[in-house]
């Protein structure tokens, strides 16, 4: 491809992205202009000024099926308006501390061992779990750390047909020391536990941070992702054509692997009409 060639290739490109938010911003657009090929999600952290209720009803009426990580205690309030909790905390200690921890196994037994049976009963079938920071852990240990408190876990997951996500998350801007921060890590630790029971948050934010490559990333190690997060780079905020990443893209290529899971918005709101946005990154993705 010479320089001419190149850039009209670009012109062509920024023009499909530009006219991409019309569509996105028309306020009539709603459940029935979704094309069904994406599962969508939207995380509840991310609108923790309203009220649970007021997201889901909100939520529904954009044709989003899911609403993400909600504890025990909120999955009978999605319940209610018909939706779902396609990610799941099965329990609340945060990020820093996980799996790598041999100190915490016991807790964290305790605590899926409390959960797990409660999601099946709930109709859920994914639980987040976080490799913890590394706190001077080699990677290698870290993830021998991970496989032996998860083995146990994954018994009790695989009773109750339960998937244990773990989380993907940057180590360079948000999530200091975490130690699952590239994919290669995560499917090595995948590979290590053998199990259907156990696969990957791939939050497409996080990654593109640590290692790019995306859409090459996802698909090659598709059969070891359960589900997938957003959010713009940088800043985490609206996933348009301000930022850096092309999401329609990225949503092509994963119903291209035949991907069945959900894909939940992890973005921060950043322009004052939350719902406005929510509608029109639901829509961006739903190629």
């Known amino acids: 491809m010479n320089r001419k060639q190149a850039l009209k290739t670009m012109a062509t490109g920024v023009a499909g992205a530009m006219a991409l938010p019309t569509l996105a ?31 889901c009803e909100e939520a529904k009426g954009m044709g989003i099926t899911s ?90 997951a695989a009773r109750y047909n339960i998937t244990v996500s773990m989380e993907l998350l940057n180590s360079k801007v948000d999530h200091k020391d975490y130690q699952c921060d590239h994919t290669a890590w995560g499917v090595q630790l995948c590979e290590k536990l053998g199990s259907e029971n156990f696969k990957l948050l791939y939050d497409i934010y996080h990654m593109q941070i640590m290692e790019g490559d995306v859409i090459a990333t996802i698909t090659k190690n598709i059969r070891y992702i359960s589900h997938f997060h957003t959010g713009g780079v940088p800043g985490r905020h609206e996933i348009d054509e301000t930022q850096e990443l092309h999401y329609p893209a990225i949503m092509r290529a994963i119903v291209a692997t035949g991907f069945k899971g959900f894909v939940a918005q992890e973005f921060i709101p950043s322009r004052g009409d939350n719902m406005k946005s929510l509608r029109e990154s639901v829509l961006i993705c739903d190629v």
């Open 25 to 55: 911003r028309d306020p009539h657009h709603g459940p029935a202009s979704l094309k069904g090929n994406i599962r969508h999600s939207v995380c509840q952290w991310c609108y923790s000024d309203m009220p649970l209720e007021k997201l």
């Open 67 to 156: 609403i993400d990580l909600l504890n025990a205690s909120q999955w009978s309030t999605a319940a209610k308006y018909g939706l779902t909790c396609a990610m799941a905390y099965a329990n609340d200690w945060g990020l820093g501390r996980g799996f790598n921890n041999p100190a915490d196994h016991t807790q964290l037994l305790k605590d899926y061992s409390a959960n797990l049976p409660k999601a099946a009963d709930a109709g859920l079938t994914n639980v987040i779990c976080f490799s913890g920071n590394a706190r001077g852990l080699s990677s290698a240990q870290g993830l021998e750390n991970c496989a032996r408190g998860l083995e146990p876990v994954l018994k009790v």
